[in-house]
């Protein structure tokens, strides 16, 4: 029998499924709440991308379920089933993705170099990139804080979300972490977070209008 | 994992992306499909199934071609009219037992009797 897991593009070695493999995906994405609940998850990630590309979170959450699916059959993302739940394994991929688009939203292009004195444009370029990339970084810090400011500004009044909102802005990304430092029951965690969903939900226009202003 | 308290440098970003993987997880775990979710996960279900089904296929081992036995030297050495002479003998013994596909022994080849007559001397009786 061969090794359980999909190796992936990671370890180099081409993926062959095993029928155990096999049988544990079959199972585990034949669980009815299975696509639903990726998709979910992927549609609300989508909607931080949104901040920063014009986009639908419905079809971008669809797209990246099948992408993922795709890719763990292919072998190209590794997925063991001894150590995580399929469920776990594609939200893990979908959270990695949707970070990275929202920043890659704000790279710029380089231009090509010809010419003579290559290496010394080449030098240039690094020393601009590595200029670009601080404006980049305070273009990106700025606004993750006006979304932060606008969700802020609409949750006024709602104490419990507004303690949620500064455990975020504290640190806090587990539950634990959240509910510890908003210093919030169970409960009132749980129906903040239903309350903080429908707010951010009617938000995402006027953020992206405001995102990509001209400057 | 709570960031480290240092590294502020990213904190307003990781403090969004936390908070969109939190109001993530939680429609992951409590929301609600609507028909059009479940009509997507319904295709999607099935795209997977055909695809894990293709995988599955390529698992099945390929089936060895059956190779026939070497022929026994001593059937080898001889000549048409022996093997066919060998031929009516065991039809003689076996009675209606023998049947060949055949209808005229004369359109097998040599070396075709000589297969036929492996077959039929190591059989089991």
Known sequence: ?215 | MMSAPDDDDDKPIDALDALYEDLALYASEHGTATPKDKEWAVRMRARTMDKLAAMRRNLVPDVEPIKARPIRPSLLAMTRDALLARFDEISHRMGGAVQVAHRHLKDLSDDDLRRVLETLETAPE
């Open chain 1, 1 to 215: 029998m061969m090794a359980l897991s999909n190796t992936g593009r990671a370890g180099k070695v081409p993926f062959i499924a095993t029928e155990e493999w096999l049988h544990a995906l079959t199972e585990q994405m034949s669980e009815p709440t299975f696509y639903d609940a990726a998709w979910r998850y992927a549609e609300r990630r989508g909607r931080m991308v949104q901040h920063v590309q014009k986009l639908d979170p419905e079809a971008y959450g669809m797209e990246l379920v099948q992408d993922i699916i795709d890719d763990t059959l292919e072998g190209t993302i590794a997925w063991d089933p001894k150590r995580v739940t399929l469920l776990k394994h594609v939200r893990d991929a979908i959270k990695s993705r949707s970070r990275h688009h929202y920043r890659r939203a704000y790279r710029r292009r380089h231009h090509s170099l010809a010419g003579s004195g290559v290496v010394a444009q080449v030098d240039d370029q690094i020393a601009a990139a590595h200029r670009e990339t601080e404006i980049e970084q305070a273009e990106r810090r700025r606004h993750a804080n006006e979304v932060l400011d606008r969700i802020r500004n609409a949750a006024a009044g709602d104490v419990e979300v507004e303690r949620m909102l500064d455990a975020h802005e504290r640190g806090a990304e587990t539950r634990a972490e959240i509910l510890h430092i908003a210093g919030l029951t169970k409960l009132q965690y749980d129906a903040a977070r239903k309350r903080l969903d429908r707010l951010i939900e009617t938000l995402p226009s006027q953020l992206i209008t405001h995102a990509l202003r001209p400057r």
